[in-house]
RNA sequence: GGAGAGAUGGCUGAGUGGUCGAAAGCGGCGCUUUGCUAAAGCGUUGUAGGGGUUUAAAUCCCUACCGAGGGUUCGAAUCCCUCUCUCUCCGCCA
């Protein structure tokens, strides 16, 4: 949610960032509803503030003299009147707030302009790619693949987008998820293992909720809904809480199966492992002080990328533009991986920075150590990294022309060979 | 799953219808004393929203907040209802 003095204040910065996001927002309505509100909160107050004046007259009274009686008849009325106006200012209120959240955050200054994905800023480039391409197939037409990634069985057991991974399947999975762990734990994140279904509440904070709620499954009779990401129970964790600044910036790390939807997905985006209903990734996240959050967006973006560099993996970094921006974020860096089967990127980390956006849905503060004030911190997060997406890159990259698939060394440990088969 | 007890500020904890945003203690912060530390004394001490004033900070006024939501009442931390969570005992279980 943006800052409803931002808006009061300064709407032209509100229109014309909403205008470098590409999206229809009707700032004046807002601005009216909130002009009301206020208007309606000084009437509800001042009833209040005559009531409370009341009360402590009456308490100075005797029970039963006629002045105490006739104090009573008279803020009967006053009580009656108080009611019907805190009636209509909890409508006007709901209203304002469902107004504020149809607000997108602030493109940041550095997001270039643009509409489409096509216009996103190709950021870096590493690796090469016409080097991997040599017996390149479609990970899916890789044969016996079937046999370590059973989505035929997957489909029986639950649907489809549920694939089983079957011995060396199951063993690069766990490999991958180890390694990126232990390398995210190296660069300073402590790791965390959440809950991997949260509350309403929690999905309200970081804003799945409440017109996001097609893409999450939702257990029937608890409510409560199975994480999209790990970073939806990471950042509630301190939900409604006041850190000290000397703790600012936390930095963590957690690992969750992911569970999405996808509602009308369909065609070559959804083969294979490119788009699973469940999947695995390792989820960072920062907590950090407003004046440092884009310095600690390039370095979460070059945590997420030295993963990258050490699978030997060739990817770009796109800078998003204002109108492939999420909703919710300043600034996006996205990740992508080259799948050369597929001769096609595919997304494999998305680093964000949301700066008091999803603190201030979630009510996520600092004490400043000099002011004594309460701040809102700036949240980041980024994947680090989703797994299936970087094992169809390992894969069509990596396959020989014996038929097995060569690891980058970084992995061998993890994984206990330095092949991986489908036989 | 069954039975009982409870939820109050950073923490402990008092408060059972009125001048209670809330005693007291601890902690924190400031000042004084002291060679430093410690100790003692004095003072101070939440969050949010709205408004006035100000270049701004400061400050002032009003309102809300005693787990959450509803209700009763002129008036609710206090009474009633619903929900959530915690603790104790029993049952079940990896």
Known sequence: MLDPKLLRESPDLVRAAIAKKHLEVDLDAVLAIDAAWRAQLQEVEALRAKQKAANTAMAALPKGSPEFIAKVGEM???SAQAKEREAALNEIEAKFKQAMLSIPNLPHASVPEGRTPEQNMVFSTHGDVAAVSSAAKPHWE???FEKLFDFGRGAKVTGAGFPFYVGDGARIVRALLQFFLDEDVKAGYTEVNPPIFVNAASATATGQLPDKEGQMYETTPDQLYAVPTAEVPLTNFFRDEILDE???PVKRCAYT???RREAGSYGKDVRGLNRLHQFDKVELLKWVHPSASYAELDLLREDAERLLQKLGLPYR?????GGDLGFSQTKKYDLEVWAAGQQRWLEVSSCSNFEAFQARR?????????????ELVHTLNGSGLAVPRVLAALLENNLQPDGRVKLPAALVPYFGKEFL???
């Open 421 to 423: 088969t489908f036989a």
């Open 362 to 374: 979630a009510q996520i503060r600092f004490r400043g150590k000099e002011t004594g004030k309460v």
């Open 246 to 248: 000397a703790v600012l």
């Open 76 to 78: 009967k009325a006053v």
């Open 142 to 144: 890789i044969p016996g």
């Open 257 to 259: 199966p992911c569970f």
């Open 317 to 321: 970094v796109l800078l998003m533009c």
